[in-house]
């Protein structure tokens, strides 16, 4: 993989990223949930334009862009083209178990990265990792063996464009955050 990868719409990237190994520090697994953010997306931090918080969103794709959800949890998204990012919701975690275990107090495997607050407090990802390069430590990505098949459905968790199946999952993994219709 490389930024050639991602210098593309966040909705050709999202299901592509189904089955891609990602290591934060060695800790991690694999990509099995992820949702698409368009420019043009009213549900997109990038939609009203670039702001301090979303700054990295609009910068190199290939690049990480880390923002705090309800003022609580970490988000991990990839920047693609300009302005477009893809959600990382969920990895099935392969590495780094214990590591993961002790951040987020728990030893349940489906729990340790279903969702994307969960994924950050697992890996440890922080703000500190907002505009990071996604091939350079403490970031890994292995690409996967071969085409995943991908279940599609509607993005979770916002008020704007609910209908649109940008939401992209492992077909049939018990890791990920929310089940896929039908």
Not at 68 to 78: A, E, K, M, P, V
Not at 87 to 116: F, K, T
Not at 134 to 152: H, R, W, Y
Request: charged residues 20%.
């Amino acid at each position: 993989m490389d930024r050639s990868f991602f210098e593309r719409e966040a909705m050709i990237v999202a299901p592509e990223l189904i089955g891609v190994e990602l290591y934060l520090g060695g800790a991690g697994g694999i990509i099995i949930e992820t949702e698409a953010y368009e420019p043009d997306d009213p549900a997109s931090h990038s939609f009203r334009g670039q702001t301090i918080r979303n700054r990295s969103m609009f910068g190199p794709a290939g690049h990480a862009y880390v923002y705090r959800s309800y003022g609580i949890h970490w988000c991990l998204n990839f920047v693609c083209r300009p302005g477009s990012a893809v959600l990382i919701r969920a990895v099935q975690p392969l590495s780094g178990l214990q590591e993961m275990e002790l951040r987020r107090g728990r030893n349940d495997p489906l729990l340790l990265c279903s969702g994307p607050g969960r994924l950050c407090q697992a890996l440890g990802i922080t703000i500190a990792h907002d505009g990071v390069s996604l091939f350079e430590e403490p970031f890994s990505l292995k690409a996967s063996a071969g085409p995943a098949l991908v279940s599609t459905g509607p993005r979770i968790g916002i008020s704007q464009a609910m209908d649109h199946p940008w939401r992209f999952g492992l077909e049939g993994s018990v890791y990920v955050s929310k089940r896929f219709p039908g």
